[in-house]
């Protein structure tokens, strides 16, 4: 059985910083896509960023770019988000999905990703 388990979320300021974790069991976890997406009241889910395993590449969505950073560490079977230089509108619910054993390139559409996380929340102030 896949789960993943997100944690990291919470309250910060305008132009501070969060690292969010998610943690898979239940599936070869070296093999395929992670990736974090996000979704505020009112807003559809959107994708953050994303990672082939191993880490040889990763894509950002347009809004977090030069900001956000998605890196593994297979050996904790771990995939984490650091966000820095964070802005009101980042605020959303964070969460991990993943596309276990997929060979082909990685992308953000949220259709592809079999496997989500329960979320956690980070809110940005003003």
């Known amino acids: 059985q896949v789960q993943l388990l997100e944690s990291g979320g919470g309250s910060v300021q305008a132009g501070g910083s969060l690292r969010l974790s998610c943690t898979a069991s239940?599936?070869?976890?070296?093999?395929?896509?992670m990736a974090w997406f996000r979704q505020a009241p009112g807003k559809e889910r959107e994708g953050v960023a994303v990672?082939?395993?191993?880490?040889?590449?990763?894509y950002y969505g347009d809004s977090v770019k030069g900001r956000f950073t998605i890196s593994q560490d297979n050996a904790k079977n771990t995939v984490y988000l650091q966000m820095n230089s964070l802005k009101p509108e980042d605020t959303a619910m964070y969460y991990c999905?993943?596309?276990?054993?997929?060979?082909?390139?990685?992308?953000?559409?949220?259709?592809?990703?079999?496997?989500w996380g329960q979320g956690t929340q980070v809110t940005v102030s003003s």
């Open positions: 990672i082939r395993d191993g880490g040889r590449s990763t």
């Open positions: 999905a993943a596309r276990p054993g997929y060979y082909g390139v990685c992308d953000l559409n949220l259709n592809r990703f079999g496997y």
């Open positions: 239940g599936y070869p976890y070296s093999r395929g896509c």
